[in-house]
């Protein structure tokens, strides 16, 4: 009953007050995993751009957008993909989200392209103020899927995910992700991880 108290305040609080930006919360307190499940409750009903305006970068249609994905960005996510308001996230669920992000910072990317096989060599790094880093795992989507501009360019996009190594970046820094495509064409994602939690 108590937490079911605790939650509904932090909702109303988020309501009045609008969390402010932070540096990205790598390790969430209790208190940061409630604001979480909080910012998923309360948007819901939120369409994916609204809801992760904090965490992309769009460059538009046929250029690409890139999501950074906090462990805060995480939980909110799953909060807000609960089916029922009866049924809450348990500390299983919390668990098993932050697991994929232990230790990684991630970035899923939607990229453009005129072959259906492109993105699988795609390569990507973060470059940082005094570093370049390389990723630590990249997942890539096997076969794209057609655009609406199909067969014209661009004629399929696919998503890609690229993890790195959190402890490697400073997490009140501007980073840049840097997309290559196999012909050596560049997308470039700028994120203010001062400004997002």
Same mark, same amino acid.
């Given at each position: ?8 305040? &932090? ?58 994905? &906090? ?102 820094? &501007? ?23």
């Amino acid at each position: 009953m108590g937490k079911i108290i605790s939650i509904s305040l &932090t909702i109303f609080l988020l309501m009045l007050f609008p969390l402010p930006s932070a540096a990205v919360w790598v390790d969430l307190t209790e208190e940061q995993i409630n604001l979480a499940i909080a910012y998923g409750q309360t948007n819901k009903e939120a369409d994916y751009l609204t809801f992760f305006k904090e965490w992309r970068v769009d460059l538009g249609y046929g250029k690409g957008a890139a999501r950074v994905v &906090t462990p805060f960005s995480k939980i909110a996510f799953e909060a807000k993909n609960i089916p029922f308001e009866s049924v809450k996230i348990t500390k299983d669920d919390i668990n098993r989200a932050l697991e994929e992000l232990k230790d990684r910072l991630a970035f899923g990317v939607s990229l453009y392209g005129d072959d259906l096989y492109f993105a699988k060599d795609c390569r990507a790094v973060l470059t940082c103020p005094n570093q370049t880093i390389k990723p630590v795992e990249q997942r890539h989507t096997g076969v794209a899927e057609s655009t609406k501009s199909w067969p014209q360019s661009p004629a399929y996009r696919a998503i890609c995910y690229y993890y790195f190594d959190l402890h490697r970046i400073d997490p009140n820094e &501007t980073v840049t992700l840097v997309v290559t495509y196999p012909k050596g064409k560049k997308v470039e994602f700028k994120f203010d991880l001062s400004k997002i939690k």
